[in-house]
C-alpha cells in the first residue's frame, strides 16, 4: 500500500519538483505546473498522466484509476492505497514527463533515473 510519503520521496527526487500547499492539499509542481495532487478538489489523489497510458487504465483497473475532467484537460483520480510503492513511482515519473521541460525529461531518463 503507497502512501504520501511514497509520493512526497518520489516526486521531490524527480528534477524541479517542489510540493505546494493550496486549497487544502499536497501539489507536486515543476514551476508552474502541476503534475500530481491530493485534496482538490476531493479527497483523492490527481494525477496528470499520459492520455494513452490513462486510457489504458481506465479500461483495465477501473477499481483504482478514474478520469476526471478540468476544462480541456483530462487527469487521473487514483487509489493511491490500493498500489504498490513501485506502481506509484511509475506513475509519479510518468506524470512528471507529462509537466517538465522535455530537456529535463530526456536528461533525467538518459541517466537512468
Not at 517542489?18 to 499536497?26: S, T, Y
Not at 499520459?50 to 487527469?75: I, N, S
Request: glycine share 6%; net charge neutral.
Amino acid at each position: 500500500m503507497a502512501t504520501i510519503d511514497d509520493i512526497r520521496r518520489i516526486a521531490l527526487a524527480l528534477p524541479g519538483a517542489v510540493e505546494l500547499q493550496d486549497h487544502g492539499g499536497n501539489w507536486f509542481n515543476v514551476g508552474k505546473k502541476t503534475f500530481v495532487l491530493y485534496g482538490f478538489p476531493s479527497a483523492r489523489w490527481l494525477f496528470k498522466l499520459p492520455k494513452p497510458r490513462q486510457e489504458l487504465l481506465f479500461e483495465a483497473r477501473p477499481d483504482v484509476f478514474q478520469p476526471y475532467r478540468a476544462g480541456a484537460m483530462l487527469w487521473s483520480y487514483v487509489d493511491v492505497a490500493a498500489l504498490e510503492p513501485d506502481e506509484v513511482e511509475s506513475l509519479v515519473t510518468d506524470a512528471w514527463t507529462e509537466v517538465a521541460p522535455k530537456k529535463i525529461v530526456r536528461t533525467h531518463l538518459q541517466q537512468g533515473r
